[in-house]
């Protein structure tokens, strides 16, 4: 049963790394991966982050870790790795550990029952722009009436800040003319070429 994984065509785990796993700053991309391909990739890629987070704990028990899944929607569709965030999300915190969840729809929490724990578990929400789902955020933030207009109004930029009880609203633009905002920005056609 294992040979397709250990020799055949859905061999890539079956040998050493050549990352050096030693890094301060380590990232995983599995979007290029194949559907048979990519459950066993987020499997080994979230054991190997669990492990990290509580090596890091035992060197130093003052180092923070920090985790962040981008486009975790992917992660919330596989049971495995849906059971898994939910799992670990609590228990990062006890390691000095801090997981941060990325997703331009927040549906994509309020439709999951894992993902909703996770987002009730939060004590920092950071909500841009909503046009939908602004009830469900309402009766999960205890957002008022004033607040989720501006989040259904809010530009490029703007947004809410949940820390703990309290709400804060921001506005953090960076200017189109500078360096960091070539790094920053998520629009096409305006990041800086790579040289």
């Known amino acids: 049963m294992l040979d397709v994984f250990a020799n055949g065509s859905l061999q890539a785990f079956s040998h050493t790394t050549n990352v050096d796993m030693n890094n301060r700053l380590i990232c995983f ?13 987020m499997m080994s890629l979230l054991e190997f982050i669990n492990m990290q987070v509580m090596t890091n704990r035992r060197k130093d028990a003052t180092a923070a870790t920090w985790i962040y899944f981008d486009e975790i929607h ?53 909500m841009l722009r909503q046009s939908k789902s602004l009830e469900a955020l309402e009766r999960l ?3 008022s009436k004033p607040q989720l207009e501006f989040l259904r109004n809010a530009s490029e930029g703007h947004g809410i800040i ?13 200017p189109k003319d500078t360096a960091v905002y070539k790094l920053i920005t998520t629009k096409p056609g305006e990041a800086t070429a790579e040289e």
């Open 141 to 143: 933030c205890g957002l």
């Open 162 to 174: 949940k820390m703990g009880n309290s709400m804060i609203p921001f506005s953090n633009l960076e």
């Open 74 to 126: 992917v992660l919330l569709k596989d049971p495995m790795s849906s059971n898994f965030l939910y799992s670990s999300w609590k228990r990062f915190r006890k390691y000095n550990a801090y997981a941060t969840g990325i997703s331009q729809d927040i549906q994509d929490y309020l439709d999951n029952p894992v993902a909703y724990a996770l987002l009730s578990n939060s004590e920092f929400v950071i």
């Open 29 to 41: 991309n599995i979007q290029s991966l194949g559907d048979q391909l990519r459950p066993i990739a």
